[in-house]
Structure formats: structure tokens, C-alpha cells
């Protein structure tokens, strides 16, 4: 990237994206999220990649959208539409609707726009040092995402709690929620996600698709109608399948091909 507001790293078959606006908290622009979309379709097309995992460099994970953009865009005349009032996706839908399965490795605090790119993710592991908190009502703004999603994910009294009042979040009540995998100490925040990974990257890449797919795709139908749906690479006459079996007979682990 140009402006290397945003980083890109493989390491194995984790492709790392990291918001690299220290010094803004790694506040979304317009022109980071079009980067971030991009860097995530990229990585869903490259069969080397099994999982993507996004991070924040410096103490942040995600502040949000720039205020301060947003602010000089009014100054100018140019008028602000929501989430339904324009041509572009919500880099939280690119997020969620990825073939690969996503993790949020936050660093430090996920506010707002933050908050939701990280529940967007599959999967989040977190810095003790950690907090979150969806403050759009103290903005006068909306969390669209967060307004739909959080009511699905925890009791809806809680996640109203959280949006009404936009009150800071411990990284503990996340994980009392069910809504963080896993804490880890700051210092050695990155090295953990990844070993956290091994477990996932182990295993077999359409398989991982097709499971990140299944759950996305069906979430919210009735049991009924969601066994019914067929979504993501058919793994079942794929050669993976085959390799699996024999990796299992043979006691050794498995050599995936991605086919």
C-alpha cells in the first residue's frame, strides 16, 4: 500500500491485515476501509491463505470511523449517508461473508466501528488490557451493525444496556458473554493468536470453509430449513476427504491439498 495505512503479512497460512493508523487509534477513512475490503476478497481468492486475522498496530486495536474526516466532509457541504443509503458494502458484511474464517487479535481498545469489525470476525482473541464499548449514542450516531448483530449474539437486555449507554466493556464481561475466545497478557498478545491458530490451521481448508460458510449462511433460519441448505466447497467428494481418511488410518497428520 501506498500510504502503508494498512499492512499485509502471511505468516504460514495466516494472512494478517494490520490497521496501521497508530497515531488516529487506526481510525477507519474511507479509503482504509476500500483497502481492507480489497486485502479480505484478495486473501479469500488465494488458496494459500486458510484463515485471515486483523490487528491494530500500536496500542489500538480500532477506534472507528475518523470523526475528524466525517467532520471536515460536513465542513465542506458534503452530506454523510448511513450504512442503507449508499453504493458501498459494509466492511463488516465483507467481513462475515469471507470464505475464510476470520480472527480479531485486539490489542488494545475497540470502539465503535472498532468494536463492531471486531465482532464481524468469526473468531477474537484479546490483550488483557483490552476494552470495548459501542459510544454512538453519546455521538449521536447509530451502530447499525452493532444494533443488529449484538442482540444475536448475547441476552438482548445486556447488548441494550451496552448501546444505550455506550459504557466501557472489560475485556472479562466479553469473555463472561461468550463473545472472546481467548485472554491473553499484552506482551505477548501476537505469538498466542498465532499458536492459537495452529489448532485451526491444522486442519483441512475447504473443510474450514465450509463450516465458516454453513454457520454464516444459516444463521437465524429455522433448524429445518438450514439443513437444507448447501453452501461452500463440497468437501465430501473433494481429495482432502480422501487424504483425511487415510492420514487417520495410517496415524500421521494429514497432507492437504486444497482440492
Known amino acids: 500500500m501506498a500510504d502503508q495505512s494498512l499492512l499485509v503479512e502471511n505468516r504460514g497460512p495466516v494472512r494478517i491485515l494490520t490497521l496501521n493508523r497508530p497515531d488516529m487509534r487506526n481510525a477507519l477513512t474511507t479509503e482504509l476501509v476500500d483497502q481492507l475490503m480489497q486485502e479480505v476478497f484478495d486473501a479469500d481468492h ?3 491463505v486458510y484463515v485471515i486475522a486483523l490487528t491494530g498496530a500500536g496500542t489500538a486495536f480500532c477506534s472507528g470511523a475518523d470523526l475528524k474526516s466525517a467532520k471536515d466532509a460536513a465542513d465542506q457541504g458534503r452530506p454523510f ?22 480472527l480479531a487479535i485486539v490489542n488494545g481498545p475497540a470502539m465503535a466501528g472498532g468494536f463492531e469489525l471486531a465482532l464481524s470476525c468469526d473468531m477474537i482473541v484479546a490483550a488483557d488490557t483490552a476494552f470495548f464499548a459501542v459510544p454512538e449514542a453519546k455521538r449521536g450516531r447509530g451502530a447499525h451493525f452493532a444494533s443488529v448483530a449484538l442482540p444475536q449474539m448475547i441476552p438482548p437486555a445486556i447488548a441494550m444496556e451496552w448501546l444505550l449507554t455506550g459504557r466501557r466493556i472489560a475485556v472479562t464481561e466479553m469473555e463472561r458473554w461468550g463473545l472472546v475466545n481467548r485472554i491473553y497478557p499484552a506482551q505477548s498478545l501476537m505469538d498466542d493468536a498465532m499458536k492459537f491458530l495452529e489448532d485451526v490451521t ?45 492420514a487417520f488410518i495410517e496415524k500421521r497428520p494429514a497432507k492437504w491439498q486444497g482440492r
Open 202 to 246: 491444522s486442519s483441512a481448508p475447504l473443510s474450514l470453509q465450509r463450516l465458516k460458510l454453513t454457520y454464516r449462511k444459516t444463521q437465524g433460519m429455522p433448524l429445518h430449513t438450514g439443513i437444507r441448505l448447501d453452501t461452500g466447497p463440497d468437501v465430501y467428494t473433494s481429495e482432502d476427504q480422501k487424504e483425511g481418511a487415510r
Open 81 to 102: 449517508y448511513g450504512p442503507l443509503h449508499s453504493h458501498r458494502r459494509s466492511i463488516c458484511e465483507v467481513m462475515m461473508d469471507s470464505r475464510k474464517p476470520t
Open 46 to 48: 488465494d488458496p494459500s
